[in-house]
Each structure stands twice: as C-alpha cells, then as structure tokens.
C-alpha cells in the first residue's frame, strides 16, 4: 500500500473518477452527481493506493479560522472514505496515522486538525477530541450560497492540537468559509 499527498488541481481524470466512485458508495445517501467533493473542492488529497487503485482517501482544507477572535491555521479533513472491502481492518486509522506523520514536519505552520464527525469514538482513538463550540460559517449546498449561519454544536466538532495555540470550548468560531 503507498500513501500519496496530491494537489486538487493535479488530478487527472482516473484518479477523480476513481475519487468519485468511492465517496458516492461510502455516502449513499448523499447525490454528488459524480464530484469528487460534496460541498466544496478541498485543497488537497491524501489517498491510499493499492496496486494503483484508490481503496481509501480524504480531502484536506488548509485555511484559517478565528476561534474567540484569535486567528487559527487549520487543516480541515474532509470525507475520510475507506473502499467497503478494506473497512474494517484499520485502513482509516492507518490514513490518519500516515497523515500526522506526513504533516508533522510542517506542524509549526498548523495549529489544528479539524473535523465534522459522527463517529466520535474512532476519531478520538486517533487523538481528536469532541469540542462544544457556537459557530459561524457560510451555508452553501449544490454550488448555491445561503449566507451565514450562526448554531451551537456539542455534538460533531473534533479537533486535534498540533501547534503551540489552546483550544477554548464553548467560545465563538468562525470558519471564515464554508461548513465541512
């Protein structure tokens, strides 16, 4: 298995229908019309490879955020897919290993991984915790803006201290941009 850190703009056709396929049959549920995306096109990628096909993969948005006005470097991971016959046997957990290992020499430009999740026990085996923060962000769904949206999450929020910066529950964040 090889693990491999691509740009967006660097993929070519096989790998983002590769992409494609994967995220619509690990979210079902979800009509992405063959994107490779489901709200918005993440920086990155972070794929796991065997024999040349894409069995696992997640996006990467590196922006900022402010979390009680205090500006944040932020790695968000976005749809974190594992290919149905490979879950199960520790491939999600490998991915964010190998990703912490790949990011670790960059750490001094990263304060936080940052993630929208339901499945809380896994991430947190993996050293992200549950945080209860009020949130602004931008609304958008099928490449149509709604505007801003205020809420407050206890439930779905996870993040993973890499830099020197403290997180603090329960203030405001604003995620200068689109939900995950």
């Known amino acids: 298995m090889t693990y491999h850190l691509i740009e967006e703009f660097k993929l070519d056709q096989e790998t983002k229908q590769q992409i494609a396929d994967l995220v619509q049959i690990c979210f079902p549920d979800t009509k992405y019309q063959g994107r490779t995306y489901f709200k918005q096109l993440p920086h990155y990628r972070f794929l796991a490879k065997e024999n040349e096909k894409i069995i696992a993969q997640l996006g990467l948005d590196y922006r900022m955020m402010a979390l009680d006005g205090q500006p944040l470097r932020i790695m968000g991971i976005i749809d974190l897919v594992v290919s ?3 879950q199960g046997k ?3 957990t490998k991915l964010l290993k190998e990703l912490d290992n790949f990011l670790k020499p960059y750490a001094e430009n990263i304060d936080f991984l940052f993630l929208v999740a339901d499945k809380h026990k896994f991430y947190e085996n993996c050293g992200y915790k549950l945080v209860k ?5 931008l609304a958008m769904s099928e490449h149509k803006n709604y505007g801003l949206q205020i809420g ?9 201290q890499i830099g020197q910066i403290s997180w603090t529950e329960r203030t405001a964040l ?4 689109y939900w995950y």
């Open 133 to 137: 923060q009020k949130v602004q962000w």
């Open 84 to 86: 149905p016959q490979h």
């Open 174 to 177: 604003d995620m200068l941009g």
């Open 90 to 92: 520790g491939l999600g």
């Open 152 to 160: 407050e999450f206890n439930d779905c929020l996870m993040i993973k």
